[in-house]
């Protein structure tokens, strides 16, 4: 089993600095406890006592894969060059765990998840629990917030209130850069904070909505064709684009949660990429009628000049 540090219970309890970091600088171990405990008082652990906190960094990854605590929250993810783990978990029973992944310097995903006394961990449920990382995740309880928590991504987009078109732009953008050569004719949809919840038994959206927690300020914008059987949605929280799932299938299939989960990816810079000769596409206004009655945009996508 990794090695615990002393200080574990110290690190888990009294850490207030906010979380901040750089790429020319590598994390500690107390880093990734410290952000890890974070995560764990955002994810609605009210208190962190008699909690341990524990890192695993990238030279000892493998050799951890077979431990009977960690192996399953490291073989639910890739082993890479720089990927580290941190992790709070309660004393004696383990059955309370918030485990924070990282790439180098950058945390990317987390689990929470809790057992009955006694019962493993598995990698399909820690797979299950699995959700990306949002900067509100990496402030500090009771801090203000910091711009600092996470690498800014699309600066010049993102922060600030987008409107539809913008929406469906970004989003157009990230589904061309996930090889969808042609998207003509395709629909925008848009469904924000306000339509979320009435959105999430949606036969057609719910699956998409489902894969992630309803939170205050989160959007999804999927770029459809009108079959619906191609889909690149993005999810935004806070005018910000966070994660995509993009998936063909059979016409007249339903979308799933575990295959919308299966399907997502974290936004990177190159996904955000804008295509200049794309700019001509016109996006023409529409409605679309969920199945509750809700209207939300359907932008309609016509590329170039027909």
Not at 253 to 267: F, G, L, R
């Amino acid at each position: 089993m990794p090695t615990k540090s002393l200080l574990c219970k110290l690190i888990v309890t009294t850490f207030l600095g906010v979380a901040t970091f750089s790429n020319a600088q590598a994390l500690s171990d107390a880093d990734y406890m410290r952000i890890a405990s974070y995560v764990a008082r955002n994810v609605q652990r009210p208190s962190l006592a008699n909690y341990y906190g524990w890192s695993i960094t990238p030279e000892n990854w493998h050799d951890s894969l077979n431990d009977s605590l960690f192996g399953p929250f490291l073989n639910a993810q890739e082993e890479k060059p720089g990927r580290a783990l941190g992790c709070v978990i309660l004393e004696f029973t383990n059955n309370d765990a918030i485990c924070v992944y990282f790439d180098g310097d950058k945390p990317y995903g987390y689990v929470a998840i809790k057992n009955d006394v006694g019962d493993r961990f598995t990698v399909d449920a820690i797979k299950n629990a699995f959700k990306p990382i949002t900067p509100d995740l990496l402030e500090p309880p009771g801090q203000h917030k910091t711009q600092h928590a996470l690498p800014q991504l699309a600066q010049d987009s993102a922060a600030k209130h987008l409107t539809k078109e913008e929406y469906v732009r970004l989003a157009s953008d990230v589904a061309y850069n996930m090889q969808r050569d042609s998207i003509d004719y395709y629909n925008g949809f848009i469904i924000d904070s306000s339509a979320w919840h009435n959105a999430l038994s949606d036969k057609l959206f719910g699956a998409f909505l489902g894969a992630q927690d309803e939170k205050k300020g989160q959007a999804l914008v999927c770029i459809m064709s009108e079959l619906s059987n191609d889909a690149t949605c993005v999810y935004f929280q806070d005018h910000k684009p966070f994660g995509v799932a993009a998936l063909k299938v059979e016409v007249g299939h339903q979308y799933t949660v575990d295959e919308v989960k299966a399907a997502y990816k974290p936004i990177t810079p190159e996904l955000l990429q804008k295509h200049a000769d794309k700019d001509k596409n016109k996006i023409t206004d529409g409605q679309s009628v969920l199945d509750n009655g809700t209207l939300i945009p359907a932008e309609i996508i016509t590329e170039g000049a027909h």
